[in-house]
C-alpha cells in the first residue's frame, strides 16, 4: 500500500505586514523601542544588583511573595487572580526559594538590558524580558509591566529589523546569505530573488 506523502504549504504573511516588521522602512522604529526596553531593564536592575535584600537574602523577593498570596475578606480581590499561581508562590516560600529567585532577577534583568541595548539576540533577550514582565503581572503588579510587555512582543515579531544599529561584529552576526534582485525583473515577482554570498564568517 502506499500512502501518498503531503507537502508541506508555507503562508506568506500580507505585504503591510512584511513591510512593518521585514523590511528596513521602519526599523528605526524598532531600534528606538528596543533601546528604551533595554534602558528600562537595566534602570529596574540596578535598583536591586547593589540591594542585599534582593542578591544575597532574598528578603525583597519574600515580602513580595508574601503580599502577594494573601486573600483579603470580600468584596477585596486578591492580587494573585490564579488559585494554581497562588499555590505556586506559596510553595516557593515553603521551600525558601527566594535567595536563588532574588539573583535570578536581578542579574537577569541586567543581562536582558544589556543585549537589547546592543542588540544582541534580540528575540531571545525580549522573550525572556516578556517572561518576566508576565509573571510580574500574574502577581498582582501592573506598574509598566504591561507596556513592557507589549513592547517586547512587537520586538520578538519585528527582531530583524531591530537589530539595525547593532554593536560588534558577533552581536552583528546573520544570515550568510543574502537576497538582491534580478536585473530586469521585480524584486517582488517570482524568480526575481538571487542568493548572494556574504562575507566570509558570517553565522549560517
Known sequence: MTVAKQEREFFQDPP?????????????????????????WVDA??????????????????????????????????????DWYRDFLSWLLSIGAEGFFGKLIAYGELVVGILLIVGAFV???????AFMNWNFMMAGTASTN???????????LAWKG?????????????P?????????VPAGAAGGLTPRRGPPGGAG
Open 176 to 184: 550568510r546569505h543574502a537576497v538582491e534582485a534580478r536585473p530586469g
Open 16 to 40: 503591510s505586514v512584511q513591510e512593518l516588521f521585514n523590511s528596513t522602512r521602519f526599523a528605526w522604529l524598532w531600534v528606538v523601542l528596543r533601546v528604551w526596553l533595554g534602558h528600562k
Open 123 to 129: 528575540g531571545i533577550s525580549a522573550f525572556f524580558g
Open 45 to 82: 536592575a540596578l535598583h536591586k544588583v547593589g540591594n542585599p535584600d534582593w542578591v544575597q537574602t532574598g528578603a525583597a523577593v519574600r515580602a513580595f511573595w508574601e503580599r502577594a498570596i494573601q486573600v483579603p475578606p470580600p468584596p477585596a480581590r486578591p492580587p494573585v487572580a490564579f
Open 146 to 156: 504591561p507596556m513592557m510587555f507589549l513592547v517586547s512582543f512587537l520586538l520578538i
Open 162 to 174: 531591530s537589530r539595525v544599529l547593532r554593536a560588534g561584529p558577533v552581536a552583528a552576526a546573520g
